[in-house]
Structure formats: structure tokens, C-alpha cells
């Protein structure tokens, strides 16, 4: 038996003694969930009737209780699971997943761990892969003036590739004050807008110079979606990272007459390989200290710091900026 927490009603999680699951498959592996993240998506299955029962969490990593007949794995192996090459469906989503003492995972999908990278940052790196294939789909290039719709985790770390691959000016647009906060709180790299302003459009342009290079789109809602349209330059690039289930509509005139490249991305799994490499080229600090950013004074009377400008400066360890989001649980 094992302590897990299931979707008891619509809503609602208990945590119960259920049987811990056994190898079935041949290329199954049995692991000991170490940290389990909270991604997005189970916010939003919570409330679907049809998960009634199930075991949630995805972004996970762990140690290797049962190998079963694997030739490439030994017990004790740190694990993190790639969430998105699943080929019988991905635990958490279509089978129990990390919200339990142990989960079931295919083989293929056990990616090493390095060893300076913790658990709590383990569970953090799905999101992190996420911002890097967005990134890498838009083509962010040196010197590129970049907009990101949304201020959340994904857009964050959006931002923060975006400013590793040369992004001489990012923009952030969000409706939320708290998110706008939370989002400066971890030096998010970018100069906020409020996404309510009547204005916004020509305020964009203006901090753009006439329009940005590229854009991404995190929301996915009809007014975002038609702001990045408003706003990127003839020849631009969009990315809309969202899933939505309904239609959105947006000004298809718009990207035909501009040209625009609209792209959609989805799934981490060919980016996770490379980010874990990344993330452990320096060790994440377990004391975190202050980032090392020069800002430019905020403009008085202005609520929502529509005037402060990007950070500049040194970039932050990727793995510290993770530690920092883990600590101020965003």
C-alpha cells in the first residue's frame, strides 16, 4: 500500500492508502516520487467530472525503486520524467500519476537527473522546457523586440530565454496586479504593461519603435491573441502557446495583409534533454541571494510600473531562478 492523493469529487483531493502499483509492461519502471509539481492543467482537470478517481501530477521526478527489466537503469537512479513521449498516455493525465508515493513510467520517458540539481528544481524543469521550445519556435534572434501576453509561470520563463537568446527589449502585458508583482519580485526581465489600459496598443508601439519582432501569445484568449496581431511588425512571428477546447476568433486579415508567421506550440519532450543540460552547467544556491540587476528608477503615480524598464546586467543562473520560484510558490 501507499499514501496518494486522489480527486475525490469534482474539486475536491483526499489523501488515502491505495495499492501501490506493480510493473506490468516490460519497458515499465516503478519510481519513488521525490517532488511532484502542480502544473496548470490540473487546475483545470479538478473540475472535470471524468477524473473522478484519478491520481494527478506529471511534472515529477524520483528514484528508481523497481527497474524491472530494464538494462539501462539500476535502483537508487535519480529520475525526471519526461512528460510528453508517453506512448500509453501520460501518468497523471490518462494513467495515476506523482501525486502519490509511487508511479509507474515508461522506460524511455526516465530521464538522469544531474546531481546538483534538487528535486524541488527536478519538478520545475517541465515548465522551464516549455519556455525554451516557445523561445526556440518563435526564433528569438540577438536584438529582437519581443512580446509575451501574460505574465504567469510560462510566460516568465518565456521571458527568460527570450533575454538568454539576445532579446534586446521584452514586453509583458497582464491583467492581473498580483502576477505583475510576483513577476517583478523574481526579476522577470521584461518592462510591464497593463493589459486593461485603453492605450495599450500605442503605448506598445511606441516602447517598440513601430512593432515588435516577435510574439508569444500565453493566454490564448481573442484579446490577446488580437493584441499580438496589432503589434507585431510585417514579417513578425508569433507563437500561441495556449490550449484552449472552444474557437478563438482573431483579425485573419490582419495576419495575411502583415504577413505574420502564427505558429502553435505544444509539448516539452524534445527540449527536456537540452534544459536539463543547461540547468546543470551551475549549481542552483540553496541560499538565495539578491539578483544582480541595475534597474531604472520607477516613473512616480505610475500603478501598475508601466515605466520601469528591463533588467539589465548579468543573467541569473536558470537553476536559481527556479529556486526562486519554488520559494515564492508562483
Known amino acids: 500500500m501507499m499514501k496518494a492523493c486522489v480527486l475525490k469529487d469534482v474539486s475536491t483531493f483526499e489523501v488515502k492508502e491505495v495499492e501501490r502499483p506493480t510493473l506490468v509492461e516490460d519497458d515499465e519502471v516503478l519510481l519513488k516520487v521525490t517532488a511532484c509539481s502542480i502544473c496548470g492543467s490540473d487546475l483545470e482537470m479538478r473540475k472535470n467530472p471524468a477524473y473522478i478517481g484519478r491520481i494527478f501530477g506529471h511534472e515529477l521526478c524520483g528514484v528508481v525503486e523497481d527497474p524491472g527489466k530494464s538494462t539501462q537503469l ?20 490518462r494513467t495515476d500519476g506523482g501525486y502519490a508515493e509511487y508511479v509507474l513510467v ?35 534572434q540577438p536584438g529582437d523586440k519581443v512580446l509575451i501576453t501574460g505574465c504567469g509561470i510560462i510566460a516568465s520563463m518565456v521571458a527568460r530565454w527570450a533575454k538568454y537568446r539576445g532579446a534586446s527589449y521584452i514586453a509583458m502585458t497582464e491583467i492581473s496586479e498580483v502576477k505583475i508583482a510576483k ?33 508569444v501569445d500565453c493566454p490564448g484568449n481573442a484579446a490577446t491573441l488580437n493584441l499580438t496581431l496589432d503589434v507585431t511588425r ?16 482573431f483579425n485573419y486579415l490582419k495576419l495575411v495583409m502583415k504577413r505574420l508567421t502564427l505558429r502553435g506550440f505544444y509539448l516539452s519532450s524534445p527540449y527536456f534533454k537540452e534544459v536539463i543540460r543547461r540547468s546543470a552547467l551551475r549549481p542552483h544556491r540553496l541560499r538565495l541571494r539578491r539578483d544582480r540587476h541595475r534597474r531604472h528608477p520607477r516613473r512616480r503615480g505610475t500603478p501598475v510600473r508601466s515605466g520601469q524598464r528591463p533588467t539589465e546586467g548579468r543573467h541569473s543562473s536558470l537553476t536559481f531562478i527556479l529556486n526562486l520560484l519554488y520559494q515564492k510558490a508562483l
Open 234 to 249: 510585417p514579417l513578425g512571428i508569433i507563437v500561441e502557446a495556449a490550449i484552449h477546447y472552444k474557437p478563438v476568433e
Open 106 to 140: 515508461e522506460e524511455d520517458d526516465c530521464l538522469p537527473m544531474p546531481e546538483n540539481i534538487s528535486d524541488h528544481i527536478g519538478s520545475l524543469l517541465e515548465p522551464l522546457a516549455i519556455g525554451y521550445g516557445i523561445a526556440e519556435m518563435a526564433d528569438i
Open 74 to 93: 539500476k535502483k537508487g537512479d535519480r529520475i525526471i520524467m519526461n512528460t510528453g513521449a508517453k506512448r500509453r498516455g501520460c501518468p497523471g493525465v
Open 183 to 215: 513577476a517583478e519580485e523574481i526579476g522577470t526581465p521584461a518592462q510591464f504593461f497593463h493589459a486593461a489600459d485603453p492605450d495599450l496598443v500605442d503605448k506598445l508601439l511606441a516602447a517598440s519603435d513601430g512593432g515588435f519582432d516577435k510574439a
